[in-house]
């Protein structure tokens, strides 16, 4: 079946240095890559998302890259500071046709004053 | 936030018995998951609904089980047959087909004792 490897598992960074989170997926009909974002304590929720028809994706500081024939999806956050601070899940899915999402392990970020 | 409940937000269960826990969405959306998230394990899916009276396994959807009898309610069983059952459960819905985010419930902590 499905799956979906995030790499690294946690990752811990200087504030205003850039973060990247890499992810894997096996399914090549996977078209949708979101990232969720989780603050410890609270829900999951999305930051920011891509289909397959685009390569790059930006929303002011935080950037998705997809490379569909290698397979893999990265997230990158650049000025980090330390409410960036928390756990990032990237996740795969057929979004024009399916509902099952399959998700990354997480990674937990850190991010020093 | 409001969107999409779950309760209780804390669980004790004593081994061998069956616990149910809920979660209820006012958003009409038409798929809901169960999610089982561990330590370093991200998000597994248990069961997911793409429509009322219609449900799927996922990843580890032994030991549980599911209904789905009206739009806004998805009540998860964890029985018995559940080897490890403790952990933190999430609910989450989305509008369906498409290229669109899931939206996460509050979580119940679930510790069998």
């Known amino acids: 079946g499905e799956n979906v490897e995030q790499h690294p598992s946690t990752l811990s960074v200087q504030e205003g240095d850039s973060a990247v989170i890499k992810c894997t997926y096996s399914?090549?009909?996977?078209?949708?890559f979101p990232w969720y974002k989780q603050e410890l304590g609270k829900r999951p929720q999305l930051i920011i998302d891509i289909r397959s028809n685009v390569g790059e994706k930006k929303d002011q500081r935080i950037a998705v890259t997809l490379n569909k024939t290698a397979k893999h999806f990265s997230l990158h956050i650049t000025e980090t500071q330390p409410e960036d601070s928390a756990v990032y899940f990237c996740?795969?899915?057929?979004?024009?046709?399916?509902?099952?999402?399959?998700f990354g392990a997480g990674t937990r970020l850190f991010v020093k004053a | 936030d409001g969107g999409i409940t779950q309760s209780p937000k804390y669980l004790f269960r004593k081994e061998g018995q069956n616990v149910t826990l809920s979660c209820e969405q006012n958003l009409n959306h038409d798929a809901m998951y169960w999610y089982r998230q561990d330590p370093g394990q991200g998000l597994r899916l248990i069961y997911y609904?793409?429509?009322?009276?219609?449900?799927q396994k996922g990843d580890i959807a032994e030991g549980y089980s599911v209904s789905r009898e009206k739009k806004e309610s998805f009540p998860l069983t964890v029985t018995s047959a559940q080897k490890n059952p403790t952990a933190f459960y999430l609910c989450?819905?989305?509008?369906?087909?498409?290229?669109?985010?899931?939206?996460f419930g509050p979580g119940t902590r679930l510790t069998v004792l």
């Open positions: 996740a795969a899915s057929e979004g024009g046709y399916g509902f099952k999402t399959i």
């Open positions: 399914d090549s009909a996977s078209n949708y």
């Open positions: 609904s793409q429509i009322v009276n219609d449900f």
């Open positions: 989450a819905s989305r509008p369906g087909q498409g290229y669109n985010e899931q939206f």
